[in-house]
């Protein structure tokens, strides 16, 4: 059994890794996943002022970064001979929010910080890990943010 604070502190922020949301990226998500057009000239006479990811596609994004970085601690972990967690399902996420647009051109950065723990009675051995999501602007902007939850075993 492993130590959770060890994995997940209370408060330490992450950095997960970052992604540049180029418009040809923007405009292949849009016409695979989003029920909505897009149009690089049509986006600079609407609210927006320009082409813009959906937040669904900041989303995606977070969770790519988030796989990616705990695929690596596993690993690296496993390789230096220390226990590892085993990461079960999220029974999901509040308060989703996307606070600014991302738009085409723009890089951002997404963090992971753990909340809290706590051990779960109908899964003995199992506990549920409260995090934030978060991802930033290069100019450190908040641009989606969310509370998110997963099961973990130690």
């Known amino acids: ?13 992450l950095r997960l890794g970052s992604r540049h949301f180029d418009e040809a990226e923007i405009l292949s998500f849009a016409r ?6 897009f149009d690089a000239e049509a986006a600079r006479d609407t609210m927006f002022g320009g082409l813009c990811a959906s937040g ?8 790519r970064a988030n796989v990616d970085h705990w695929q690596a601690r596993l690993a690296e972990a496993r390789a230096n001979g220390e226990a590892v967690p085993e990461f079960g399902p999220s029974p999901g996420f509040r308060e989703l929010s996307w ?8 890089t951002v950065t997404f963090h992971f910080a753990a ?17 934030y999501g978060e991802g930033e602007s290069e100019d450190g902007t908040l641009v989606m943010r969310f509370e998110g939850l997963f099961m973990v075993r130690p």
């Open 1 to 13: 059994m492993i130590d959770l604070e060890s994995w997940f502190a209370s408060g330490r922020r």
């Open 32 to 37: 695979k996943y989003d029920p909505q057009r």
């Open 56 to 63: 669904w596609h900041t989303t995606a994004a977070w969770m």
């Open 99 to 106: 606070p600014r647009p991302v738009y085409a051109g723009e």
């Open 115 to 131: 909340i809290r723990s706590r051990a779960l009675a109908s899964r003995p051995g199992w506990h549920l890990m409260e995090h």
